[in-house]
């Protein structure tokens, strides 16, 4: 599943402040990559990108602070569920 991450307006930007925009941000799946989340206990959001499969959330796309995303949406990494 895709990664949808809705971030705070503070969060955008400067130089796309004046362009329409939203704050929905998406990772799409496609053929050769996944994308899953992490919430870190500091509050912050990992982004982690892989091969479809055993080798998903191998690498890190992205990293929003605690205070720069308001909720996100898809699959947890596997390795953080309890």
Avoid at 5 to 23: D, F, G, K, S
Avoid at 34 to 40: G, K, N, P, R
Avoid at 45 to 70: C, F, M, Q, T
């Amino acid at each position: 599943m895709s990664v949808h991450v809705t971030v705070m307006p503070a969060a955008i930007p400067p130089h796309l402040r004046t362009e329409e925009i939203t704050r929905q941000l998406n990772y799409n799946d496609g053929l050769d990559v996944e994308f899953v989340f992490e919430v870190l206990p500091s509050g912050a959001l990992v982004v982690w990108k892989g091969n479809p499969g055993s080798d998903v959330g191998s690498a890190i796309e992205l990293v929003y602070g605690p205070a720069a995303w308001e909720s996100v949406q898809g699959t947890p990494r596997r390795d953080t569920l309890n």
